[in-house]
């Protein structure tokens, strides 16, 4: 049996909404879309929607235990230097450059350690 469904989305899970909100914002350069603060915001860059949420209570011991997340978020650019300088200004550790057979790219992690891979195409 197959399934329709409407839309698709990245969502990440923290306890620190606000610190999340901050950094996702002034990375992709732009506002949430829907913010309820302490509860829920939605930022839709080209091609991706991406959601961040601050779990209930009755949910905390969910992401309380959790090992480095396993989530990546892959950004596909045109210009991966001025992403590295970008995020260089904002304060953030890039990790080391990688050349592969499709392009190169680099890693970033955001306040809650969630990997960011910022590919360019060759």
């Known amino acids: 049996m197959t399934f329709q469904y409407t839309d698709a989305f990245v969502t990440l899970g923290t306890f620190d909404l606000e610190n999340l909100v901050a ?12 913010y309820t603060p302490n509860i829920y915001a939605e930022f839709q860059p080209p091609g991706l929607k991406l959601g961040i949420f601050q779990p209930k209570h ?5 992401f ?5 997340s396993k989530m990546s978020l892959c950004l596909e650019v045109s210009d991966l230097e001025s992403v590295i300088a970008h ?21 970033a992690y955001d ?12």
């Open 64 to 68: 309380e235990n959790s090992a480095k």
């Open 23 to 34: 950094f996702y914002t002034s990375f992709l350069g732009i506002t949430p879309t829907i």
């Open 87 to 107: 995020l260089t200004v904002l304060g953030y550790p890039l990790g080391e450059m990688i050349n592969s057979s499709h392009g190169r790219e680099i890693y």
């Open 58 to 62: 009755t949910h905390f011991s969910e």
């Open 111 to 122: 306040p809650d350690g969630n990997r960011i891979i910022i590919h360019q195409l060759k």
